[in-house]
């Protein structure tokens, strides 16, 4: 599949598509060292397809996982909110950080599993394909640095005994951590994207382009104190992910004139921040959020009650009519 934004319709349809018909399924693992992607091989005997049994095993994950009338699909911008949903991440020159899965294939022997770092199931079926990403923890590794003791039962003469395991083995997991569609990826664990794929750095870009815009709308005169609020936290994107969740502010969109001038009649957002010369003061911290929570259209009132509700976690609702 080419370049293109997804959104979850799109990828419930595209699963049902690869679990509802025949469809190729091949197992790679993905390792620190050239060539990164390498392509397992299987015993293929018919009554016991080990490649068979994983396949009906990840096709029945994708589609109770991300498959399912009830999982939710939101934009990665969202990530502040912390919703427990399924978050698409569209990659980028900058951030891609499965480019690996468009490369030539190597083969896979035993020496690689002490390097190796997931497993990766390429799902295809006519022109529709992706690819279930299963990360490698060090306990799916069980002998990976031989130091446990492991053994399997052996018939012999003496009744069954135990054999040691010498070479490395897998566990392979009922599970998948993350989709990757296109150049797109969509997971739960955004932390897993965190730890071990540089999310953070992305979030940082998605940041300061939201800064950038802000700048470019003439709306803050010191841009800096949002620029030394993203930065905040150690290292950690805390802040950063406060400041994407404006990336698309419908808000930001808006002609600057009729912008301040509801600015101005709103009895919540008039006078909350310092203005000067018809431009944002951010004196505090404090404010740097205040503006983020202007621009998200954090605050609701209900046209029926007048009451005025905190809606941090939003989604907009389908037009009347």
Not at 255 to 279: M, V, Y
Request: charged share 30%; proline share 3%.
């Amino acid at each position: 599949m080419g370049k293109e934004t997804l959104d979850g319709n799109r990828i419930k349809k595209l699963i049902e598509s690869l679990t509802n018909e025949p469809c190729g399924f091949e197992v790679y693992i993905i390792t620190k060292s050239e060539p990164k992607l390498k392509k397992m091989g299987f015993v293929e005997d018919g009554t016991n397809n080990l490649r068979h049994r994983l396949r009906d095993s990840i096709l029945q994950v994708l589609k109770d996982k991300y498959g399912s009338e009830e999982v939710e699909y939101v934009s990665a911008d969202r990530i502040a909110d912390d919703q427990k949903k399924m978050y698409i991440v569209s990659t980028s020159d900058k951030y891609d950080p499965f480019s690996v899965l468009r490369t030539p294939a190597g083969t896979f022997c035993k020496e690689d599993i002490s390097d190796a770092t997931g497993i990766a199931f390429s799902i295809k079926s006519g022109n529709e394909s992706l690819w279930a990403y299963q990360h490698l923890w060090s306990i799916m590794i069980p002998n990976k640095t031989r130091k446990q003791k492991l053994g399997r039962f052996i018939s012999s003469r003496y009744g069954d005994v135990f054999e040691e395991l010498t070479d490395p083995v897998i566990m392979f997991a009922e599970k998948i951590d993350l989709l990757i569609i296109g150049e797109n990826i969509s997971t739960s664990d955004y932390k897993l994207l965190q730890n071990s794929f540089g999310f953070q750095d992305y979030i940082r870009s998605r940041a300061n382009k939201t800064i950038s815009v802000i700048q470019e709308k003439g709306l803050v005169a010191n841009i800096s104190k949002s620029t030394d609020y993203d930065q905040r936290g150690n290292g950690k994107p805390k802040y950063a992910k406060k400041m994407m969740r404006i990336a698309d502010s419908k808000v930001l969109k808006m002609n600057p004139d009729l912008l301040w001038e509801n600015i101005h009649n709103s009895i919540r957002w008039n006078g909350k921040i310092k203005e000067e010369n018809g431009q944002f003061v951010l004196e505090s911290y404090a404010e740097v959020e205040n503006l983020i929570d202007l621009l998200d259209e954090r605050y609701t009132k209900s046209e029926i009650t007048g009451e005025e509700y905190d809606t941090e976690v939003k989604q907009v609702a389908a037009p009347v009519g």
